[in-house]
């Protein structure tokens, strides 16, 4: 689609270029990207209007110029008449379209227009909502001559940015919100501009004032309704919170969830050591924590929710084998372990005490816990676990012909989903998010999608395609970026990792034959080939590792 390619276009530019292998045992990647959070960025020099500047030059210096947030944009109101310069509102939101997409053509001597792909929007409430398929930008400048000289009188409100000024100006952070259920913490990506260098207090104001439309659904919050900060300050790493009167009516298990989203969201400034909160300026009591809550405070929130020992699993002649810290293969506890029936595409519970996985034979979906002596059991549904996960409550989600079904020890049920040809389907593993892949050949992309539990069963719903071409599998890297197995036609398969505030893509090669991917937080990317070997991106380079099929992290 014309809006993704041009969305992907512009996140490469500052990925850099991946190398593609076609033979060898081992794949180069040319460089990383910086990452967007980096206190680091490049600053664009705004540039006054000179004499003699054309019409199309003046609106051309005014996009420019409004790029750079210094001064309060006072360059770019050079290039508008006085009366304009004080009735633009450039705070009145961000329009942004692809790099290169843009036209300026002068319509008459007085007017000219602007065009080009729209890739998304920037709210008010400092979120990048991707924009509607093949969506165009289309803007009438009016101009006057002043002493002269051409000034824009008709100017839009709010900005508009290249997808490269996006990534130049502004700086993606998360604020932190409770998915239901689970308990968990799971993540609202807000953006605040790069010149910020202090974002304490918007961040607790961004956290305050809930999560975006698309979330809301999936998540609470613990801080009571109009609950509203009182005060921010900061002193040797220890940031201070006064809240109003209204946080005093949460719960005891509301206030333990306020602290953790205040304790993860502040996390990422960092200066900061512990967190010390109050209402109303008196102290705040909350159970099972200090006066002075330290930053790693609150580890069972934490939103990638997966233990910190947990392992990898894989395929060895039918078998599902267990890669710990020693990593020697080892036969899981049970019949999964033993390889009678022969089983693929192996799914484990978070928690690894239960594992789906395919009868290589009969093409049944099986399901097995991880003890000594336990015994396959049909999963009673036409689904496979080929491209299927586990959510944290338990539920296992896979795939089928119609679209995407729920398995209980009951059996299964149909979800409803705007989406044909499904063909995988990974809930994040706090829950809240589903990435799922969909369509045949060619066609296949991989969706965001929510996952609504507020009105019964859950539901998935309001897909975002996400920025590359046909894709094969896909994984969840942490609560912020998933990985996909991307297959353009004619080339190689790579892997990319795409991260989902700002959608920027990653390119990272990929080995021979490349059939999955598997991810995990702060764990190496894994991809199964063909020829039965799996194979490890260690940062910059893709290495054989075991022989197996199938990588999987749980979930």
């Known amino acids: 689609m014309r809006t993704i390619a041009v969305a992907v276009a512009g996140a490469l530019l500052v990925a850099g270029c991946a190398q593609v292998p076609t033979s060898g045992p081992v794949v180069e990647v040319d460089q990383s990207v910086p990452d967007v959070a980096s206190t680091s960025f490049v600053r664009a020099l705004a540039r006054p209007p000179r004499a003699g500047m054309s019409q199309t030059e003046i609106v051309q210096g005014f996009l420019d110029a409004a790029s750079g947030f210094e001064d309060s944009h006072a360059v770019a109101k050079m290039y508008l008449t006085p009366t304009a310069a004080q009735q633009w509102d450039p705070d009145a939101g961000v329009r942004v379209y692809g790099n290169g997409t843009e036209t300026l053509t002068a319509t008459t001597q007085t007017e000219v227009t602007f065009t080009a792909t729209e890739v998304a929007v920037i709210s008010r409430r400092a979120q990048y909502i991707p924009a509607d398929p093949d969506a165009q930008l289309a803007q009438v400048f009016g101009l006057v001559q002043q002493d002269g000289q051409w000034r824009i009188a008709d100017a839009p409100q709010g900005l508009m940015l290249s997808r490269a000024g996006v990534e130049r100006s502004y700086r993606e952070y998360q604020t932190y919100f409770v998915a ?3 308990g968990i913490l799971a993540p609202n990506p807000v953006l605040f501009r790069s010149s910020e260098s202090d974002v304490t207090e918007e961040l607790v104001r961004s956290l305050l004032g809930g999560p975006g439309a698309w979330l809301a659904p999936a998540v609470i919050t613990g801080f009571p309704q109009d609950t509203t900060l009182v005060s921010v300050s900061a002193s040797d790493g220890v ?32 200066s900061m050591r512990a967190v010390v909160i109050t209402a109303a300026g008196q102290p705040y009591p909350v159970t099972g924590a200090e006066t002075i809550q330290s930053r790693g405070s609150w580890p069972q929130y934490n939103p990638d929710g997966l233990a910190a020992d947990a392992s990898w699993y894989m395929i060895r002649g039918g078998a599902v084998l267990s890669m710990g810290a020693t990593s020697v293969p080892t036969p899981v506890p049970g019949a999964a372990g033993v390889g009678e029936p022969a089983v693929r595409h192996p799914l484990v519970s978070l928690d690894q005490t239960g594992v789906a996985a395919t009868d290589a034979l009969s093409g049944e979906v099986l399901t097995v816990r991880t003890e000594p002596g336990a015994k396959w059991r049909p999963a009673r549904t036409d689904g496979t676990s080929a491209g299927g996960s586990w959510d944290r409550t338990g539920l296992l989600w896979l795939p089928d012909r119609r679209g995407v079904q729920v398995v209980t020890v009951l059996g299964s049920r149909d979800v409803a989903l705007d989406l044909g040809d499904v063909r995988s389907v990974q809930i994040s593993r706090d829950g809240s998010r589903a990435l799922v892949v969909a369509g045949t050949g060619d066609a296949a992309r991989a969706f965001v999608l929510r996952v609504d539990r507020s009105a019964g069963p859950p539901a998935l719903s309001a897909p975002r ?25 004619g080339q190689p398969s790579q892997v990319a990792t795409v991260d989902l505030g700002l959608l920027s893509a990653r390119l990272l090669g990929g080995p021979p034959r490349a059939r999955t991917v598997a991810a995990g937080p702060n764990r190496p990317l894994l991809s199964g080939t063909a020829d039965g070997q799996i194979w490890q991106f260690n940062g910059s380079t893709w290495i054989p590792l075991v022989a197996g099929r199938q990588p999987r992290y749980p979930g």
């Open 465 to 489: 395609q996400l920025p590359t071409g046909p894709v094969r599998a896909a994984a969840w890297s942490s609560a912020t970026q998933v990985a996909l197995l991307v297959e353009d036609p």
């Open 239 to 270: 940031v201070r919170v006064d809240l109003s009167e209204q946080a005093l009516a949460a719960d005891e298990v509301a206030r333990q969830q306020l602290s953790a989203q205040l304790l993860w969201t502040l996390r990422q400034v960092p």
């Open 180 to 182: 239901e259920p689970g």
